[in-house]
């Protein structure tokens, strides 16, 4: 390979940790969005519901976030307002992920066909209301309270790892990071979780025992819902700053990529995340990187993609999706 | 005296067809109680109405002398009713512990307790003798010990009646006997237990009391002990049992399929078929007995093509086919009447006529330079209906809305028709009414006098005891005896079964 | 997914019907909660494109590409998979078109038209064959290796053109005339939109679906795979075999709708960030028409002259163009619900019986 150079002389470890210090925030800050929306996806695939919508939900969720940033800054709250948009497109997402839950769940249509019509109807919707709502512009004007990369007080500082970890990251990178791990603990560790993967693994079982499939299938749409909301505007208030058409450009699929990737579980999915914000990363960055410039940036780019369709194969061993995931549930039917 | 469970006068219709007919069931207390009718009579829709699973259209039902209302399994099991279903509702990649306590897990500050779980389904197992590794994932235990499973999560429900649905099907004799001693144990302990089955040995094993129905109607009730095995049969069905019997001269002629040190193993990689040997002759009709899950069909798939042979030789008209695939099989002379017939034998969703050349619609005169000619098609598929007595309005009618018994014969009318040298008949008759199983009875005898070699699978010990001119005997992957049927009997073929030869050496 | 491959009868065929107009009422309701007028919204739809040749041209003209994807889509579904990669086979079979009208620039238009046509349905074709091969062999789900190719394609064609065909433009050059689709004769006809020859491949691509699944053995055999891959597997079809050639025939579609857009609408590719949103259309355009080529063809119809006359709705009655994909989108819902709309229509002729 040809590395050690890089390691002879003082000056150019030097240059490797820069490297380093400028790779591994941005992978932080390119990783948040879908950690959170993977984790979404986790919740309604282990609950048995296929969700390709969540490309629309993070729409929406960003969406709603330029909204109600603008607005609330429009009121006077200042740095908070991006915050508190958050979680309003958390709520924004989840509402609208009940549509999802209702057509493939009541009306058991086929959970790809109304997770493609949920994506139709984000892309759709969103740019309408935003003409609507901003003169028929196309795009709505910039926030002006973004979610800043900072330095984290006290961890900062710390020799080595504090530019690495702790310089220049945003908060919602660490937040993502916890919830990562809440939801695993919920998933493995409660009688929620239990009852939600039984319901994605064998769904009459379930019901048999008394759980409602039907009851834990929407908490599960509706998880992933409000998660890839906050994604969306994760993405757009430290990412983007405002929203048109193009600004979840993928970003749904990457994070469904993801949680195959992570074989639907929390922190897989999450390494997973990671992993892709780090190709993303590389991809921008590469150019500056020694050897890595003469690799063609589309290899990047490409990376997450080719890797979830090698990881499927199951050379790297076996990705198994929940038994159910997919197929309706018709009671007495077996 | 009040019943356990009495069910009165209960209805439930399905479009087109009335499941159960004002069915009156009462069961007393501390008896086992058995359900009994055959394949379709309406014995499961009766207890997922007792299980809340379904809404009866009309009648009542009492627990312990009041009436109840039950409206999903929740209540059944709030009225301490406990089901084992004959399909397991285990979830593989969960543990024995996580199966049982699901819905009900014990709690610690609301997080999950799996120590008291394991410690609780522990107790539970030793109090009722039911040997079960609470640890173990579902997946990596046996099916006995997947159905005490079963049986530990209704007695983890403090269900004290027991409803347990045709729940030798998938044992071993020996596991049979195990179970039988179970439910006479929980008997024992207070409980009251429903078997439902359609076979008379369990019954006079372990039962008290039967209540009979047949197509969805209360036929009787009776105490075991003041009835017998033949009169319980014809209660059963209806009438005098007719049987078709193979009463045509045995005339072996040449081989037709040998089969020599043929070993398979199954998707985990576990040998299913060990050093099997097996020839079957033109001419005559060889049963295979045994208990499910002994390698039948691993055996079955492993000579059509569906399934690589690990070792050995299979051989077609002295051809060596071992490995062949499954086209080059059906070109070189095989028939197969699949066990599964909706999901292997049809496609549903094609017309009849398209179902009856299935494997043939790529040659003349169905194709021309690969365009299928439908004419000729649909001319030969009435002539089927006709000759094999198909009930439909027309060929172009979808496999799908035809009856059990007539989907049977169109794969019975296709098979037959391309003159197979070999055929393979795998559980022909399961789940038909009487007059459909006659029927099929009737053609595969009518093939052997043609001269064809047929290889019967059948686990119910009547249909290979009437039908063979010899039987093979297979267990755990071999063929443990080969004997006459006017020589044996059921009781030398259970024993067989269960891996005893003759004699009493275990095998 | 067997839902949607059951037996066509009367009650199946309301079902898009209904769908459609629902999903027009709602349009209509949700103008009306704004305070547009509905009427004039729907009725500057209609007379642009039948009363004024230059959109009725251009919704023929975006017929083409729908009508293929939808082919593809259908296509799929008829063999039991579902290709969501339309998007991905359409792109680099629109590369592979321009590519090779470009490359293969002094040939005589007699055999550079076809080459440049072939080349897009081989590598549409190769671009399905690939998820194909992974189901059959690895039992990769369709659904997600698709997907993943289609970013794949997104980023690789952009990669390609950058470094090989790249012109002023952030575009390929445009091909040359002897490769184009483009007719002066049908644009004067229809007063200079971009109507060109592909329409015919369109028309015969719809004719070889049915031809192809219901006349020949090979359709036969993938209709069956479709239907039961258990059942055919005993009959001694192979399985694998058909859901690679499924996919890839699918691709062939997908990748001819890729080539009508560089020969004939556009005459060169851009860089996109972005997909054209036909391939995703096309699954739209499948479901609606019940997956059934001629179903297809009046379903792209619908969705072309919806989205081209919502530009004058956009112009007259000031009705954001963007309604019109709400609409679909709603109108894809109603078609997936048909489980709920066919429960409401027997419970309402029950109704009406007593």
Same mark, same amino acid.
């Given at each position: 390979?040809? #590395?050690?150079?890089?390691?002879?002389?003082?000056?150019?470890?030097?240059?490797?940790?820069?490297?380093?210090?400028?790779?591994?925030?941005?992978?932080?800050?390119?990783?948040?969005?879908?950690?959170?929306?993977?984790?979404?996806?986790?919740?309604?695939?282990?609950?048995?519901?296929?969700?390709?919508?969540?490309?629309?939900?993070?729409?929406?969720?960003?969406?709603?976030?330029?909204?109600?940033?603008?607005?609330?800054?429009?009121?006077?709250?200042?740095?908070?307002?991006?915050?508190?948009?958050?979680?309003?497109?958390?709520?924004?997402?989840?509402?609208?992920?009940?549509?999802?839950?209702?057509?493939?769940?009541?009306?058991?249509?086929?959970?790809?066909?109304?997770?493609?019509?949920?994506?139709?109807?984000?892309?759709?919707?969103?740019?309408?209301?935003?003409?609507?709502?901003?003169?028929?512009?196309?795009?709505?004007?910039?926030?002006?309270?973004?979610?800043?990369?900072?330095?984290?007080?006290?961890?900062?500082?710390?020799?080595?790892?504090?530019?690495?970890?702790?310089?220049?990251?945003?908060?919602?990178?660490?937040?993502?990071?916890?919830?990562?791990?809440?939801?695993?603990?919920?998933?493995?560790?409660?009688?929620?979780?239990?009852?939600?993967?039984?319901?994605?693994?064998?769904?009459?079982?379930?019901?048999?025992?008394?759980?409602?499939?039907?009851?834990?299938?929407?908490?599960?749409?509706?998880?992933?819902?409000?998660?890839?909301?906050?994604?969306?505007?994760?993405?757009?208030?430290?990412?983007?700053?405002?929203?048109?058409?193009?600004?979840?450009?993928?970003?749904?699929?990457?994070?469904?990529?993801?949680?195959?990737?992570?074989?639907?579980?929390?922190?897989?999915?999450?390494?997973?995340?990671?992993?892709?914000?780090?190709?993303?990363?590389?991809?921008?960055?590469?150019?500056?990187?020694?050897?890595?410039?003469?690799?063609?940036?589309?290899?990047?780019?490409?990376?997450?993609?080719?890797?979830?369709? /090698?990881?499927?194969?199951?050379?790297?061993?076996?990705?198994?999706?929940?038994?159910?995931?997919?197929?309706?549930?018709?009671?007495?039917?077996? | 005296?009040?019943?356990?469970?009495?069910?009165?006068?209960?209805?439930?219709?399905?479009?087109?067809?009335?499941?159960?007919?004002?069915?009156?069931?009462?069961?007393?207390?501390?008896?086992?109680?058995?359900?009994?009718?055959?394949?379709?009579?309406?014995?499961?829709?009766?207890?997922?109405?007792?299980?809340?699973?379904?809404?009866?259209?009309?009648?009542?039902?009492?627990?312990?002398?009041?009436?109840?209302?039950?409206?999903?399994?929740?209540?059944?099991?709030?009225?301490?009713?406990?089901?084992?279903?004959?399909?397991?509702?285990?979830?593989?990649?969960?543990?024995?512990?996580?199966? @049982?306590?699901?819905?009900?897990?014990?709690?610690?500050?609301?997080?999950?307790?799996?120590?008291?779980?394991?410690?609780?389904?522990?107790?539970?197992?030793?109090?009722?003798?039911?040997?079960?590794?609470?640890?173990?994932?579902?997946?990596?235990?046996?099916?006995?010990?997947?159905?005490?499973?079963?049986?530990?999560?209704?007695?983890?429900?403090?269900?004290?009646?027991?409803?347990?649905?045709?729940?030798?099907?998938?044992?071993?004799?020996?596991?049979?006997?195990?179970?039988?001693?179970?439910?006479?144990?929980?008997?024992?302990?207070?409980?009251?237990?429903?078997?439902?089955?359609?076979?008379?040995?369990?019954?006079?094993?372990?039962?008290?009391?039967?209540?009979?129905?047949?197509?969805? !109607?209360?036929?009787?009730?009776?105490? @075991?002990?003041?009835?017998?095995?033949?009169?319980?049969?014809?209660?059963?069905?209806?009438?005098?049992?007719?049987?078709?019997?193979?009463?045509?001269?045995?005339?072996?002629?040449?081989?037709?399929?040998?089969?020599?040190?043929?070993?398979?193993?199954?998707?985990?990689?576990?040998?299913?078929?060990?050093?099997?040997?097996?020839?079957?002759?033109?001419?005559?009709?060889?049963?295979?007995?045994?208990?499910?899950?002994?390698?039948?069909?691993?055996?079955?798939?492993?000579?059509?093509?569906?399934?690589?042979?690990?070792?050995?030789?299979?051989?077609?008209?002295?051809?060596?086919?071992?490995?062949?695939?499954?086209?080059?099989?059906?070109?070189?002379?095989?028939?197969?009447?699949?066990?599964?017939?909706?999901?292997?034998?049809?496609?549903?969703?094609?017309?009849?006529?398209?179902?009856?050349?299935?494997?043939?619609?790529?040659?003349?005169?169905?194709?021309?330079?690969?365009?299928?000619?439908?004419?000729?098609?649909?001319?030969?598929?009435?002539?089927?209906?006709?000759?094999?007595?198909?009930? #439909?309005?027309?060929?172009?009618?979808?496999?799908?809305?035809?009856?059990?018994?007539?989907?049977?014969?169109?794969?019975?009318?296709?098979?037959?028709?391309?003159?197979?040298?070999?055929?393979?008949?795998?559980?022909?008759?399961?789940?038909?009414?009487?007059?459909?199983?006659?029927?099929?009875?009737?053609?595969?005898?009518?093939?052997?006098?043609?001269?064809?070699?047929?290889? $019967?699978?059948?686990?119910? &010990?009547?249909?290979?005891?009437?039908?063979?001119?010899?039987?093979?005997?297979?267990?755990?992957?071999?063929?443990?005896?080969?004997?006459?049927? !006017?020589?044996?009997?059921?009781?030398?073929?259970?024993?067989?079964?269960?891996?005893?030869?003759?004699?009493?050496?275990?095998? | 997914?067997?839902?949607?491959?059951?037996?066509?009868?009367?009650?199946? $065929?309301?079902?898009?019907?209904?769908?459609?107009?629902?999903?027009?009422?709602?349009?209509?309701?949700?103008?009306?909660?704004?305070?547009?007028?509905?009427?004039?919204?729907?009725?500057?739809?209609?007379?642009?494109?039948?009363?004024?040749?230059?959109?009725?041209?251009?919704?023929?003209?975006?017929?083409?590409?729908?009508?293929?994807?939808?082919?593809?889509?259908?296509?799929?579904?008829?063999?039991?998979?579902?290709?969501?990669?339309?998007?991905?086979?359409?792109?680099?079979?629109?590369?592979?078109?321009?590519?090779?009208?470009?490359?293969?620039?002094?040939?005589?238009?007699?055999?550079?038209?076809?080459?440049?046509?072939?080349?897009?349905?081989?590598?549409?074709?190769?671009?399905?064959?690939?998820?194909?091969?992974?189901?059959?062999?690895?039992?990769?789900?369709?659904? /997600?290796?698709?997907?993943?190719?289609?970013?794949?394609?997104?980023?690789?064609?952009?990669?390609?053109? !950058?470094?090989?065909?790249?012109?002023?433009?952030?575009?390929?050059?445009?091909?040359?005339?002897?490769?184009? &689709?483009?007719?002066?004769?049908?644009?004067?006809?229809?007063?200079?939109?971009?109507?060109?020859?592909? @329409?015919?491949?369109?028309?015969?691509?719809?004719?070889?679906?049915?031809?192809?699944?219901?006349? #020949?053995?090979?359709?036969?055999?993938?209709?069956?795979?479709?239907?039961?891959?258990?059942?055919?597997?005993?009959?001694?079809?192979?399985?694998?075999?058909?859901?690679? $050639?499924? $996919?890839?025939?699918?691709?062939?579609?997908?990748?001819?709708?890729?080539?009508?857009?560089?020969?004939?609408?556009?005459?060169?590719?851009?860089?996109?960030?972005?997909?054209?949103?036909?391939?995703?259309?096309?699954?739209?355009?499948?479901?609606?028409?019940?997956?059934?080529?001629?179903?297809?063809?009046?379903?792209?119809?619908?969705?072309?002259?919806?989205?081209?006359?919502?530009?004058?709705?956009?112009?007259?009655?000031?009705?954001?163009?963007?309604?019109?994909?709400?609409?679909?989108?709603?109108?894809?819902?109603?078609?997936?619900?048909?489980?709920?709309?066919?429960?409401?229509?027997?419970?309402?002729?029950?109704?009406?019986?007593?």
């Amino acid at each position: 390979m040809g #590395t050690e150079p890089l390691f002879e002389k003082g000056e150019e470890i030097m240059s490797f940790f820069e490297i380093l210090t400028i790779i591994i925030p941005s992978t932080l800050l390119t990783a948040a969005p879908l950690i959170f929306t993977s984790l979404g996806g986790m919740f309604s695939e282990r609950s048995g519901i296929v969700n390709i919508g969540l490309e629309g939900l993070m729409a929406v969720g960003a969406f709603a976030a330029a909204v109600s940033t603008l607005g609330l800054e429009h009121s006077g709250l200042g740095d908070a307002s991006p915050w508190i948009a958050i979680l309003i497109a958390g709520a924004v997402g989840g509402l609208f992920s009940l549509i999802h839950a209702v057509v493939s769940i009541s009306f058991r249509a086929d959970q790809t066909v109304s997770g493609v019509a949920l994506n139709f109807l984000a892309a759709g919707l969103t740019i309408f209301l935003v003409k609507l709502i901003f003169d028929g512009k196309g795009q709505t004007p910039y926030i002006t309270h973004n979610i800043d990369k900072v330095d984290i007080p006290g961890l900062a500082k710390i020799p080595f790892l504090g530019p690495l970890f702790f310089q220049q990251v945003a908060y919602t990178s660490y937040i993502a990071i916890l919830i990562a791990i809440l939801c695993w603990f919920i998933v493995y560790k409660t009688p929620f979780g239990l009852r939600l993967r039984s319901v994605g693994e064998h769904p009459a079982a379930a019901d048999t025992l008394g759980i409602s499939v039907i009851k834990m299938r929407y908490i599960g749409v509706l998880l992933s819902g409000v998660l890839g909301g906050i994604g969306g505007a994760v993405y757009l208030v430290t990412i983007t700053s405002n929203y048109n058409v193009t600004t979840i450009a993928g970003q749904g699929f990457l994070a469904l990529a993801a949680l195959v990737f992570g074989k639907w579980h929390p922190i897989g999915a999450m390494g997973a995340s990671l992993f892709f914000g780090f190709a993303q990363a590389l991809s921008i960055t590469s150019q500056q990187i020694p050897y890595l410039d003469r690799l063609p940036s589309v290899f990047m780019l490409i990376a997450p993609y080719v890797l979830t369709l /090698i990881v499927l194969t199951g050379f790297v061993g076996r990705a198994e999706a929940p038994k159910a995931d997919g197929v309706p549930y018709i009671k007495g039917q077996r | 005296m009040s019943y356990a469970i009495e069910m009165r006068q209960i209805r439930k219709e399905f479009p087109g067809i009335v499941a159960n007919d004002n069915i009156t069931l009462q069961v007393e207390d501390g008896e086992i109680h058995a359900l009994f009718g055959e394949n379709g009579a309406g014995k499961s829709t009766l207890m997922n109405v007792l299980f809340g699973l379904y809404q009866p259209d009309r009648g009542e039902i009492y627990v312990h002398g009041e009436k109840a209302v039950i409206h999903d399994p929740n209540d059944a099991t709030r009225l301490g009713i406990g089901m084992v279903h004959q399909h397991f509702m285990l979830i593989d990649k969960f543990t024995v512990a996580e199966n @049982i306590v699901l819905g009900r897990e014990p709690k610690k500050n609301g997080v999950l307790d799996m120590k008291e779980a394991v410690k609780v389904v522990r107790e539970l197992s030793e109090k009722y003798g039911l040997d079960v590794d609470p640890e173990k994932k579902v997946e990596e235990i046996t099916v006995g010990m997947q159905q005490r499973v079963e049986i530990l999560k209704t007695l983890y429900r403090g269900s004290d009646i027991l409803i347990f649905d045709e729940p030798t099907a998938v044992l071993t004799p020996i596991e049979i006997q195990e179970l039988i001693e179970i439910m006479k144990r929980l008997v024992h302990e207070g409980k009251s237990i429903i078997l439902i089955t359609h076979k008379l040995k369990e019954i006079f094993e372990c039962c008290d009391r039967a209540t009979v129905i047949r197509r969805g !109607k209360n036929i009787d009730t009776v105490k @075991i002990s003041d009835t017998n095995p033949t009169e319980l049969a014809s209660m059963m069905v209806g009438r005098k049992v007719h049987v078709q019997v193979n009463d045509a001269p045995y005339n072996p002629q040449g081989k037709v399929l040998e089969i020599e040190h043929l070993n398979v193993a199954d998707a985990r990689k576990v040998e299913v078929i060990k050093d099997l040997n097996l020839t079957v002759h033109g001419g005559e009709i060889l049963g295979i007995a045994g208990v499910d899950g002994n390698g039948q069909t691993e055996l079955i798939e492993a000579i059509a093509g569906l399934r690589k042979t690990k070792s050995g030789t299979i051989k077609l008209n002295n051809q060596d086919v071992t490995n062949q695939r499954t086209r080059k099989m059906i070109e070189a002379g095989l028939g197969y009447i699949p066990e599964d017939r909706q999901k292997h034998g049809l496609v549903l969703d094609f017309s009849i006529a398209e179902n009856m050349v299935l494997q043939t619609y790529y040659q003349k005169p169905y194709a021309q330079m690969g365009i299928l000619q439908n004419k000729v098609i649909a001319k030969k598929a009435k002539k089927l209906i006709q000759e094999f007595d198909v009930r #439909t309005p027309s060929e172009k009618t979808h496999a799908r809305a035809l009856s059990g018994g007539n989907q049977q014969k169109v794969i019975v009318a296709r098979e037959v028709d391309r003159s197979p040298q070999l055929l393979i008949a795998a559980q022909p008759t399961r789940g038909l009414d009487v007059g459909a199983i006659e029927f099929i009875h009737g053609k595969l005898i009518e093939e052997k006098k043609k001269g064809k070699a047929v290889l $019967l699978v059948s686990f119910e &010990l009547d249909e290979i005891l009437h039908l063979s001119d010899r039987i093979a005997v297979i267990y755990e992957g071999y063929i443990i005896d080969i004997v006459s049927p !006017k020589e044996t009997n059921e009781n030398e073929l259970g024993l067989l079964m269960a891996g005893r030869k003759k004699g009493g050496s275990e095998a | 997914m067997s839902n949607l491959l059951k037996k066509v009868n009367w009650m199946t $065929l309301l079902i898009p019907v209904i769908s459609v107009i629902l999903g027009l009422l709602c349009g209509a309701v949700i103008m009306l909660v704004i305070g547009y007028n509905p009427v004039l919204a729907y009725q500057s739809i209609v007379e642009s494109i039948f009363l004024q040749p230059y959109y009725g041209g251009e919704t023929i003209r975006a017929m083409i590409p729908l009508v293929l994807a939808g082919l593809a889509v259908a296509f799929s579904f008829r063999t039991g998979l579902f290709n969501i990669g339309v998007e991905g086979q359409l792109m680099v079979g629109w590369l592979a078109s321009v590519a090779c009208a470009i490359s293969l620039g002094h040939l005589p238009k007699i055999l550079l038209l076809p080459l440049s046509i072939v080349a897009g349905g081989a590598a549409g074709a190769l671009w399905g064959f690939i998820p194909g091969f992974l189901k059959a062999r690895f039992k990769v789900h369709e659904v /997600i290796s698709t997907i993943m190719m289609n970013y794949i394609a997104l980023y690789t064609t952009a990669y390609l053109i !950058k470094n090989f065909l790249y012109t002023e433009g952030e575009r390929t050059p445009t091909i040359p005339s002897a490769a184009s &689709l483009a007719s002066p004769f049908l644009a004067n006809l229809t007063q200079g939109s971009r109507l060109h020859w592909g @329409i015919i491949v369109a028309i015969i691509a719809v004719f070889a679906m049915w031809f192809l699944l219901w006349k #020949t053995t090979k359709g036969y055999e993938l209709r069956s795979v479709g239907f039961s891959p258990d059942a055919s597997n005993y009959a001694g079809m192979s399985v694998a075999r058909n859901i690679m $050639l499924s $996919l890839t025939i699918s691709g062939i579609f997908a990748g001819l709708a890729g080539a009508m857009e560089g020969l004939g609408t556009y005459q060169y590719m851009t860089i996109s960030s972005a997909f054209t949103g036909i391939g995703f259309n096309g699954i739209a355009v499948a479901l609606l028409g019940l997956n059934t080529p001629i179903g297809v063809l009046l379903a792209g119809a619908l969705f072309s002259g919806l989205q081209n006359g919502g530009l004058t709705m956009q112009a007259n009655a000031g009705v954001p163009v963007e309604l019109v994909n709400i609409i679909i989108a709603l109108i894809i819902f109603f078609v997936g619900s048909s489980y709920a709309i066919k429960w409401a229509l027997s419970r309402f002729s029950r109704k009406g019986k007593k």
